[in-house]
Structure formats: structure tokens, C-alpha cells
């Protein structure tokens, strides 16, 4: 217990809300099982299941899709029926979905269907997550403790691909299958015994009005959701233009780029709650003003040169704003949404990740086909410098800060 405390105290620090400790405890343990096999999933699809490209793709667009509506309908629950509930439905099905691909065996439309499904059940708790954080933390709180559950997701995401590739020794994507069970099981067992009924901050009641209507009229949240989707492109950008890029264009091989990969969540891990501090002074608006630009700009300095240092630079560049981006960007949500309205705001929020990830591979790699790395690379600098601006606006008067963060 001694060595567990102390290991706590080494990656949160020693003043992190005692509330908020379940939500990070599933936190870390769904997103170890969900990196153990995500990363494989699409080698899996191609290899075993021998799927077309083109349908992988389809797939994928259809994930997206699915992941941005089912996190609006579970953040609208989730207002309903209580956070708990919506959270514990996302990570069971999750759960479940390891058991599917055994069944699936190598049925093309099966595998690919489950395969498309995951991200749906995993947003379908995922706004009711966010918004827990705000009811269990007070308003001041909210940057501090959104940073804290994000250490606990990038800490998950450097210990499970290494636990996937072991798990695929051999070639055996049963194993990986089974493994990955176990993971997302233990971290169902963990929110079913851990995570609340309710929070300190939380609503009184149910809402009393729909959801739908108050976020369509609501000028500030529409403007910052549109700053999100650019600046969630520029984020999905590392994900899936940069690897293409850094290892055909610039011919780094794919073993190197896997040792920059780790840069990210390592630095995320490290240093995000310390970030964070640093910032505690600055507004939200201001933050936001610099941090999206900070994400696209750096991707110019690959126009000039595409060595290893290079890259590594972009990746700490971007991590840096990446890190100021993330934990404010859900701090001034929580503040423009109405407190009984809270999920649904943080689902309708989350979806522009969904349209993030169905814009970018495939505006990116035609504009790469078309015109080549450097107007890529160019546009991606623009969409972040156009979401910065646009976030600044938004988010200007909210989120301002209160206090000193933990």
C-alpha cells in the first residue's frame, strides 16, 4: 500500500481531490485495456480478417459517426438517470466487444462491424465521465482535475500496447482478444465498486427541459464546439498524416517512429499536472489563443527539414500545447454549460472529436496526393492558427481563473 501511495504521489502530486480518485482509478484502467488492443485493431482487420482498405476505411468513418451521436445521447442520459449508470453501460458493453471478435472469427462484416462499435460504447459513458468530474469538483477545481484524469488516460496508454504486443507474441490474436477481456473486466469490476452515485456538485435533479434546443441556441458553446473540430484536427493530424508522412517522405523507418510515438503520453504524464500550474494565472481564453496554434504551426518546421530531431521537435511542441488545450477546453465547457444540462453539453463537446477524426485522414491525405507534404503540412499550420482564434473568442469570460489548482 506504502509503494502504491508513494507512486501516486509521484505521477498526481500529493493534493489531488479525494473524490475524484475513483475516476481516475477507471480512468487508467480502461484506457490500459482500450491501448492494449486499439492499436492492433486495424493490422487485425487487413491481416486475419483480410478486409479491403477501402472497406477499413468505411469502418472507420462509420465509428466516427457512431461515436458522435451515441456521446450526445449518453451525456443527455446521463442528466436523466445519473451519471453511474451511463458509465457503467459504456465500459460493460467495451467489455464485451473482446468476446465478439473471438465469435466474429474471420467474418469480414462482423469483425469490422464490432470493430466500429467499440468507440461507440466507449463514448457512451464518456460524457457522463467528464461531467462527473465537474460534479464531484469544485468550479476552480475543474482545470486541475481535468488534467488529472488526462495523466491518468496517457499513463494507461504508455503501459497497454506494450501489454498487447505481448499478448501477440506468437501471432495468437485470440490471446490478445482474452487479454483484453480480462483488462476491460477488471476495469468494469473497478467502476461498479468505486465509482459514485452522485457528487458534491452535482445537479439537485433531472433537468426539466431538452437538451437538444438549449444547445442550438446557445451562440458561445456553438462557436467554441466549431474551434474544437479544427483543433481536433490538428491533434488527429499526428495520429494519422504525420506517420505517413514522417516514413515515406522523410523515410524514417516505422520502428523509429514507433520510439517518438511514446513522446507523447510520456510527456503528458510528466509534466501535464505541472502545465497546468504553471498556468494557473492565465485565462482560459488566452491559453486556448496560444495552444491551438501551438498544435499546427510547428508542423511547418517539417516543410524544412524531416530529421529525427526534427520530429521529435514538432511531437514536444505539440504535446505542449496539446497539454494546455485539452484539461481548459473542458474546464470552460463545464463553465458555458447550464449545471442540469452538463452531459449532454460535454456529448454534444465530445462529438467534435468524432468529426475531427472523419475529416482529417481524408481531407489531409488527398490534399497530401494532390499537392504534397508541404500544403498538407501548411493547412494543418492554418486549421490550428484558425482554431485558436476562434477559441479564444468562445471561450473569452469563461473559465477565468479562480484559484490555484492542485
Known amino acids: 500500500m506504502k509503494l502504491l501511495t508513494r507512486l501516486f504521489r509521484l505521477v498526481w502530486g500529493g493534493d489531488v481531490d479525494r473524490a475524484l480518485r475513483p475516476v481516475l482509478a ?11 488492443a486499439y492499436p492492433f485493431l486495424g493490422i487485425w482487420a487487413i491481416k486475419e480478417l483480410e478486409a479491403s482498405q477501402g472497406r477499413l476505411a468505411f469502418a472507420y468513418l462509420i465509428s466516427a459517426v457512431l461515436a458522435g451521436v451515441v456521446g450526445y445521447v449518453g451525456g443527455h442520459w446521463s442528466d436523466r438517470l445519473g451519471r453511474r449508470p451511463l458509465i457503467l453501460a459504456g465500459w460493460g458493453f467495451q467489455a464485451l466487444v473482446p468476446l465478439g471478435l473471438i465469435a ?3 467474418h469480414v462484416f462482423a469483425g469490422l462491424a464490432l470493430l466500429a462499435l467499440l468507440p461507440a460504447f466507449g463514448s457512451l459513458g464518456n460524457a457522463a465521465d ?3 468530474v465537474a460534479d464531484l469538483v469544485a468550479p476552480e477545481r475543474h482545470e486541475a482535475a481535468y488534467a488529472s484524469v488526462r495523466v491518468a488516460s496517457n499513463l494507461g496508454v504508455t503501459i497497454g500496447p506494450p501489454i498487447g504486443g505481448l499478448l501477440l507474441v506468437g501471432g495468437n490474436w485470440t490471446n490478445l482478444w482474452l487479454g483484453t477481456f480480462v483488462l476491460a473486466a477488471a476495469g468494469f469490476a473497478i467502476a461498479v465498486r ?4 452522485g457528487g458534491a456538485y452535482a445537479p439537485e435533479g433531472p433537468p426539466q427541459r431538452g437538451s437538444f434546443a438549449v444547445i442550438i ?3 458561445p458553446f456553438l462557436l467554441f464546439m466549431l474551434s474544437s473540430v479544427f483543433a481536433t484536427m490538428t491533434y488527429i493530424a499526428t495520429e494519422t498524416l504525420l506517420p505517413i508522412s514522417v516514413t515515406t517522405t522523410h523515410h524514417l523507418s516505422p520502428a523509429a517512429w514507433g520510439a517518438l510515438m511514446i513522446l507523447n503520453p510520456l510527456l503528458v504524464t510528466l509534466l501535464q499536472l505541472r502545465v497546468i500550474r504553471w498556468t494557473a494565472s492565465v485565462p482560459a481564453a488566452v491559453k486556448l489563443g496560444v495552444a491551438m496554434p501551438l498544435m499546427g504551426v510547428p508542423f511547418l518546421l517539417l516543410n524544412v527539414n524531416g530529421s529525427v530531431a526534427t520530429i521529435a521537435l514538432v511531437i514536444v511542441l505539440f504535446v505542449f500545447g496539446e497539454m494546455l488545450w485539452v484539461p481548459t477546453s473542458q474546464a470552460v465547457v463545464a463553465a458555458l454549460a447550464p ?4 452531459g449532454a453539453y460535454m456529448g454534444a ?3 467534435t472529436w468524432s468529426v475531427g ?3 482529417t485522414p481524408f481531407l489531409g491525405l488527398q490534399v497530401r496526393q494532390a499537392y504534397g507534404d508541404e500544403v498538407m503540412w501548411t493547412a494543418v499550420a492554418v486549421v490550428g492558427v484558425v482554431a485558436g482564434i476562434l477559441g479564444l473568442a468562445a471561450a473569452r469570460g469563461h473559465g477565468e481563473p479562480v484559484g490555484s489548482p492542485a
Open 26 to 36: 477507471v480512468s487508467l484502467a480502461g484506457s490500459i485495456a482500450g491501448s492494449a
Open 357 to 359: 477524426w472523419a475529416l
Open 339 to 342: 449545471t442540469d444540462l452538463r
Open 194 to 197: 468505486f465509482i459514485p452515485r
Open 104 to 106: 466474429a472469427g474471420d
Open 217 to 219: 441556441r446557445d451562440s
Open 349 to 351: 463537446f465530445g462529438g
Open 130 to 132: 467528464q461531467a462527473m
